[in-house]
């Protein structure tokens, strides 16, 4: 691997890791407030409206993974019409959708708390959550589009630059708004909301501030054939993202129906997993940048060494996140709730949370790089059979082995998505072989 190609990784994953180590903030800190409240029923609730918000946002994924996959080929083959056109499409699609969810807030809220199967307590606690933090959706998936435009320009400072801004506004009137004003999860949702929409109107200012994009007419940016193949390139992923939303939830949703204590021992564990999730991340963004700019250009020789390089990257980084969990995860754990119950409740699976790194870290280095030459095909099919894995393994364990047969189901699925991704990968560029 030459130099450059390091200094190309580093310069983009370095940010893109601090950005990604940050997001995770925004749940953990509601979490940890919440925790505080004297009862398992408010990280229940949070837990629960997370949930919620990860079945609405993930759908609409695409707006940040294939926009950062179709930006970097344009920016490699040096196309500034075919980048500008991708910022203003997907900003206008996620705008709008955003929009929309806020307008049927309350619909969606009845439906999905029925689908938890909440319990009497925590329902009315998480649909109070989502009803004000929905507010802020036509922010986040607006954010959604700019942090991938942004990347496959390229440039992961700014992702980084707007969730550190959206992290301290969301730490700081989330504090003010629950232990200053006495506002209780009202306070926390109204935090995440004035974030969210605080990050976005930073980023867009400096996207259009930075980069001077040309508008592009109306005519242009809502053409059939470019709306077409927009929506063709990421209905892949937004499929693949359905199957995630699917598994997610219903992880959730098994933990509910286990009880309160099961379900907020699920949450903080699951906390590990999405910060070593989205530090992995980090690499993975790195992935889709310059897996994108090197289809751009043709270049298959440095691409090759990019799989390689980031395989290395996510094997020790796996190793050292289960080491760290295996020592620390007690620690840690406790500063997210000061609930000895609960505490209990997770020690009895806390080794699953060791296993997630270990399992999960070639999911996300094959999801950058798949996602930067647009081969979706690939990831939804993977996502797919690990989904009925999934499902498979849990109701044919939950039974007899309860949480632990959800865990064994979750660790397996994760494990599968990046085998699955890898063999697929190595087939089609065979095929492709073959047939010149």
């Known amino acids: 691997m030459t130099v450059s190609l390091r200094r190309q990784i580093s310069s983009i994953a370095f940010p893109a890791i601090v950005s990604n180590i940050t997001t995770p903030l925004l749940a953990m800190i509601d979490v940890a407030i919440a925790g505080h409240f004297g009862s398992a029923s408010y990280i229940g609730a949070i837990a629960i409206g997370s949930s919620m918000f990860n079945m609405l946002y993930w759908l609409f994924g695409f707006l940040r993974m294939g926009s950062s996959g179709i930006t970097a080929q344009a920016y490699g083959a040096g196309n500034w019409t075919a980048t500008a056109s991708h910022l203003y499409r997907a900003l206008m699609v996620g705008i709008v959708v955003g929009l929309l969810i806020t307008a049927v807030s309350v619909p969606i809220a009845d439906v999905m708390l029925r689908f938890m199967d909440a319990d009497p307590t925590t329902a009315p606690l998480a649909r109070h959550y989502f009803l004000i933090a929905v507010t802020g959706a036509p922010a986040t998936l607006g954010t959604f589009a700019l942090s991938g435009w942004f990347l496959g320009m390229q440039n992961s400072r700014m992702p980084m630059y707007m969730a550190l801004l959206t992290n301290i506004v969301n730490i700081a009137a989330s504090l003010l708004l629950v232990f200053g004003f006495g506002m209780s999860i009202k306070g926390i949702a109204i935090g995440s909301a004035t974030a969210q929409w605080t990050g976005f109107l930073f980023g867009l200012a400096t996207a259009f501030h930075h980069y001077r994009p040309r508008r592009p007419a109306a005519a242009e940016l809502l053409a059939i054939a470019e709306l077409k193949r927009f929506f063709s390139i990421n209905a892949d992923i937004f499929l693949r993202t359905l199957c995630l939303v699917a598994v997610t939830v219903w992880f959730t949703r098994a933990g509910t129906k286990q009880g309160v204590d099961i379900l907020a021992a699920n949450a903080l564990l ?111 099919i993977s996502m797919l059979l690990s989904t009925i894995m999934f499902f498979v393994i849990y109701f044919s364990c939950s039974s007899s082995l309860g949480n632990h047969g959800l865990w064994l189901a979750f660790i397996i699925y994760l494990a599968l998505r990046g085998l699955f991704e890898y063999i697929f990968y190595k087939l089609q560029n065979q095929k492709t072989v073959n047939i010149h």
């Open 270 to 380: 699951l906390q590990l997993f999405m910060f070593f999730s989205y530090f992995m991340d980090g690499f993975a963004f790195a992935g889709e940048a310059l897996a994108g700019k090197f289809e751009g250009r043709r270049d298959r020789k440095t691409l090759s060494l990019l799989i390689v390089r980031l395989t290395q990257i996510g094997a020790a980084l796996a190793l050292s996140f289960s080491l760290v969990y295996l020592l620390l995860g007690k620690d840690i754990l406790s500063l997210l709730t000061d609930d000895l119950h609960v505490l209990e409740v997770c020690a009895d699976y806390r080794l699953w949370s060791v296993a997630i790194p270990v399992a999960g870290t070639m999911a996300f280095v094959w999801d950058g790089i798949l996602i930067g030459l647009t081969r979706t095909k690939i990831m939804l």
